[in-house]
């Protein structure tokens, strides 16, 4: 897993507090951690969390001077794609083809014969909804990895599924797929 190179995406979710955790360990490891936000993303942790952990500026405004092109760029630098915590807003968004922001714009330039990997975080009515339902389908059918959801106590203090699973779940799962890498 050593010089392995991982585009880590977070998006709008109280869980990217675990997120950082991984992040963390995936650099303690060895890899080349490039993280990459949405704009709500950067409500629940900021750039300079992210840029301690990786040692990299975060990647947030495709229309940033010098960016233009850092969708393809990274994408095809990147041994391995991670969303994580993915809201069920970017979920839709990724299984409808929308390309608004850098998370989503990097998803469809991403090579799916390279790993991709979808780690939800959201309220249970969100995660049951069929419109979400049926974009995890589309996603998997795409042979985009959609990790499953933890179940037990929500931030907003309801009981169900939608949590993101533990850091050490996303890591073990990581390594797995970087491991099978060619």
Known sequence: MSRSKVLFSLTGSIACYKACQVISSLVQEGCEVQ????????????PSTLEGLTRRPV??????????LEHVELAQWADLSIICPASANTINKLAAGIADNAVTTLFLAHDLSKPCLVAPAMNQAMVRHPATQKALRTLKSWKVQVLAVGTGRLACADQGPGRLLEPEEILAEVRRCLKRRP
């Open 59 to 68: 990647y947030t405004d495709m229309f940033e001077k010098k960016t233009a």
């Open 35 to 46: 993280t990459v936000c949405t704009p709500a993303a950067l409500q629940f942790v900021g």
